[in-house]
């Protein structure tokens, strides 16, 4: 069983930039692809970025590329999301997530996760 926690949020004015957190314990980390996704107030859950297990395969949302990048360390345990850029509609709980995978540069979209975290929230101001 994985547990992750999320870290890093909170208000941010338009064009700031955030760097979440998300810890992982009780797995083997490196056996995880791990995403980020983001749920905004009377929205569906959507996916935002995914990595793969080594690092080296990433994937992003359309709304998010170019301005968010994702990135693991596997030796503490811990994936990142670096928001540049932020807009007003990046306001939004972000949870990171995790999924036991067999092949190193696997990077899981929209589902397929199997582990999530409770969520940290993000709050961007126009």
């Known amino acids: 069983q994985v547990q992750l926690v999320e870290s890093g949020g909170g208000l941010v004015q338009a064009g700031g930039s955030l760097r979440l957190s998300c810890a992982a314990s009780?797995?083997?980390?490196?056996?995880?692809?791990m995403g980020w996704f983001r749920q905004a107030p009377g929205k569906e859950r959507e996916f935002v970025a995914g990595i793969s297990r080594g690092g080296g395969a990433a994937r992003y949302a359309d709304s998010v590329k170019d301005r968010f990048t994702i990135s693991r360390d596997n030796a503490k345990n811990t994936v990142y999301l670096q928001m540049n850029s932020l807009k007003p509609e990046d306001t939004a709980v972000y949870y990171c997530?995790?999924?036991?995978?067999?092949?190193?540069?696997?990077?899981?979209?929209?589902?397929?996760?199997?582990?999530w975290g409770q969520g940290t929230q993000v709050t961007v101001s126009s």
């Open positions: 009780g797995g083997t980390f490196s056996s995880y692809a």
């Open positions: 997530a995790a999924v036991f995978v067999r092949l190193l540069g696997t990077v899981l979209t929209h589902s397929g996760y199997d582990y």
